[in-house]
């Protein structure tokens, strides 16, 4: 059973391009979290989806951050316009209905020019 | 928030020492968890205490809770240089809630061979 998949492991973008973080959850998983980490901190909740809605994305910055878990296919984190405050690790996770322990993926590292 | 904060921030003892850690937390939880990272990975999930629950053993870890004081702590006995790691408490999640977990800021954990 592969557990939570994402890629790319590294990314790098300049300045005002985007970036799209995939991110498949375990088999049997519905629900999906991301969250950032910045060197030497701890996590920082992002957004929380299932199939097809966002349950909570408070942690979601307003503008130029969006994520969507459509009923096929992987999760997509997408940053528009990347700045080079957004250069962090960006964790996946996933767990079955009724959260309780989470998965995680090992990452995609983001790094902005 | 239900945000955990850690306690110490870094720790380093001998191999074969034991290690404790503290997390504190600041409203009612369902649960608390323990997750290690290992430099440039994902959390790996260790223990899930629930809030009925005083202690839980899983081999060489332990964990206590008490909620009247909103604090946990993790255990790790007879230390290995594998257990080098970053450690992080999380709270929020329950049984049939659509809740996210919220992590601490981690402690930092070096073992001495």
């Known amino acids: 059973n592969a557990g939570v998949m994402q890629n790319p492991r590294h990314l790098v973008r300049r300045r005002g391009q985007e970036a799209r973080l995939r991110c498949s959850p375990m088999k049997g998983h519905s629900h999906v979290y991301w969250y950032r980490q910045l060197p030497e901190e701890g996590l920082k909740f992002m957004v929380y989806?299932?199939?097809?809605?966002?349950?909570?994305e408070s942690g979601m910055p307003k503008e130029r951050f969006s994520a969507e878990f459509p009923k096929e296919g992987p999760s997509i984190l997408r940053i528009q316009q990347v700045v080079r405050g957004d250069s962090a690790a960006y964790f996946c996770a996933s767990s079955p209905p009724g959260p309780e322990k989470l998965f995680f993926g090992s990452g995609t590292q983001l790094s902005v020019l | 928030s239900q945000q955990g904060e850690e306690d110490p921030q870094a720790l380093s003892i001998q191999e074969g020492e034991n290690a404790t850690m503290n997390c504190s937390y600041k409203?009612?939880?369902?649960?608390l968890q323990w997750y290690r990272q290992n430099s440039g990975r994902g959390l790996v999930h260790l223990i899930l205490?629930?809030?009925?629950?005083r202690e839980k053993h899983s081999g060489r870890l332990r964990v206590t809770l008490d909620t009247s004081k909103k604090s946990s702590s993790l255990l790790i006995t007879a230390s290995r240089a594998a257990d080098t790691a970053s450690y992080f408490c999380?709270?929020?999640?329950?049984?049939?809630?659509?809740?996210?977990?919220?992590f601490g800021t981690g402690t930092r954990l070096t073992i001495i061979p």
């Open positions: 409203t009612s939880i369902n649960n």
């Open positions: 989806l299932q199939k097809e809605n966002i349950i909570d």
């Open positions: 999380a709270t929020g999640g329950s049984n049939f809630g659509n809740e996210k977990l919220t």
């Open positions: 205490i629930r809030s009925n629950e």
